[in-house]
């Protein structure tokens, strides 16, 4: 399969090349292969933010610190880069879930989808709807049962069938300009010593 290989639902990995390349850079940057909370957030200038971004920025690194450790390894470095560049759009929402439950408790409750849209509004600004509205229409939607709780299956579910409240998700959640800003970082480092059909850009 070569460089198009697929892991679990389909989604495109990185290929061999980019990888290379991507490896390359991370231990550069992070010589003990380990990339920490701070780092994190002085790579993407996102220091100094107020208490509601700061705790959005805390949860979107540990939804990517999938074992858990308190730090991002390569590899797990590559799966957000895989997920976010790359991934369907269930896998998205599955990776969304996480993030809006912030107690893991498998569903989300109306306060714990208020605090991570008003996280996400302070870190990314002014959104269309107030995050006491997007609450209420999230709810209204797809909280089928009425019991004031979504399960994944809910929330997946109600996503895809509602195409205008899965576009406010979307862009809510868009962390494609975010790596860009590593990706091109990347690619001044590389473009010199590839053809360009190599370096892929993104959209």
Do not use: C
């Not at 198009?4 to 292969?33: C, D, H, L, N």
């Not at 996102?46 to 208490?51: A, I, S, V």
């Not at 896998?91 to 439950?101: A, C, E, G, N, S």
């Not at 209420?136 to 895809?160: A, P, Q, R, S």
Request: hydrophobic content about 35%.
């Amino acid at each position: 399969m070569g460089n198009s290989e697929s892991i679990a639902g389909g989604q495109k990995v990185v290929p061999a090349t980019e990888t290379y390349i991507w490896y390359k850079k991370f231990m550069r940057e992070y010589p003990s292969g380990l990339q920490t909370l701070h780092e994190f957030k002085s790579l993407l200038g996102l220091q100094g933010l107020n208490p509601k971004a700061n705790q959005h920025v805390d949860q979107v690194y540990n939804t990517f610190d999938i074992n858990k450790d308190g730090f991002i390894d390569f590899l797990e470095f590559i799966a957000a880069i895989n997920l976010v560049i790359r991934g369907k759009m269930e896998q998205k929402l599955k990776w969304y879930f996480k993030l809006y439950d912030a107690d893991g408790n498998g569903s989300i409750d109306k306060q714990e989808l208020l605090n991570i849209f008003m996280a996400v509004q302070a870190l990314n600004g002014q959104q269309t709807l107030s995050p006491e509205e997007f609450t209420n229409l999230v709810f209204h939607k797809i909280d089928i049962n009425n019991d004031g709780e979504l399960t994944l299956e809910e929330f997946i579910n109600g996503m895809e069938k509602d195409q205008n409240l899965l576009e406010i998700v979307s862009k809510s959640f868009d962390f494609s300009n975010v790596l860009k800003i590593i990706y091109n970082q990347k690619q001044q480092d590389s473009e010199r010593r590839l053809p360009s059909n190599h370096v892929t850009s993104l959209t």
